[in-house]
């Protein structure tokens, strides 16, 4: 299985600071990556898919890029709303993997 | 709008069975490939199993449950299902309905479902 690595695995940002998560891949897997923003209590959100590609009706804060098997999440101006954790997955080759997760804390 | 309404979770004893089921509304449900994906504390999110759309021919699983879970779906009553048998302390975690995107988002989940508790305890 291809083993998908986050980091960092805890954040700590303000309001208004602008955050970056990675996510790397044990393998290549094209662009076939998708990221997802989870609050306490509540069922996963899909934000991206395809590496940089945002889902209906999610911000443009919220953006994603590649570079070979490293992925990036940034989102830019934190707002209090913001405050999750966030995972990323591949969907390159099943069985489907997902990253550990990048909680994101209030500072 | 789309929403998935997952049902049937709970305690269930070891080597007993428990059935998942997910009600959809809000989309062409026989469009889609569904699947079931579980999370819990010890080993995060984790892809249960994949079944496509239109007759569900194609049933996939994590190597974790196949030979003790089913996959199934009735596109006349938009409802997934989950025959959960033989379970094991290992498979608590709350389990989601996920519908799986199409084109670029193949193989991907663009919608959840709120969730549902399974606990497999004495």
């Known amino acids: 299985d291809i083993q998908m690595t986050q980091s960092p695995s805890s954040l700590s940002a303000s309001v208004g600071d602008r955050v970056t998560i990675t996510c790397r891949a044990s393998q290549g897997i094209s662009n076939y990556l998708a990221w997802f923003q989870q609050k306490p209590g509540q069922a996963p959100k899909s934000l991206i898919y395809?590496?940089?590609s945002l889902q209906s009706g999610v911000p443009s804060k919220f953006s994603g890029s590649a570079s070979g098997t490293d992925f990036t999440l940034t989102i830019s101006s934190l707002q209090p709303d913001d405050f999750a954790t966030y995972f990323c997955q591949q969907y390159y080759t099943y069985p489907p993997t997902f990253g550990q997760g990048t909680r994101l804390d209030i500072k | 709008q789309v929403q998935l309404v997952e049902s049937g979770g709970g305690l269930g004893k070891p080597g007993g069975s428990l059935r998942l089921s997910c009600a959809a509304s809000?989309?062409?449900?026989?469009?889609?490939?569904m699947s079931w994906i579980r999370q819990s504390p010890g080993k995060g999110l984790e892809w249960v199993s994949y079944i496509s759309g239109s007759g569900g021919d194609t049933k996939l699983y994590a190597d974790s449950v196949k030979g003790r879970f089913t996959i199934s779906r009735d596109n006349a009553k938009n409802s997934l299902s989950l025959q959960m048998n033989s379970l094991r302390a290992e498979d608590t975690a709350v389990y989601y309905c996920?519908?799986?995107?199409?084109?670029?988002?193949?193989?991907?989940?663009?919608?959840w479902g709120q969730g549902t508790l399974v606990a497999v305890s004495s």
């Open positions: 996920a519908r799986v995107g199409t084109l670029a988002q193949a193989g991907t989940v663009d919608f």
């Open positions: 809000g989309f062409t449900f026989s469009d889609y490939w």
């Open positions: 395809a590496a940089s």
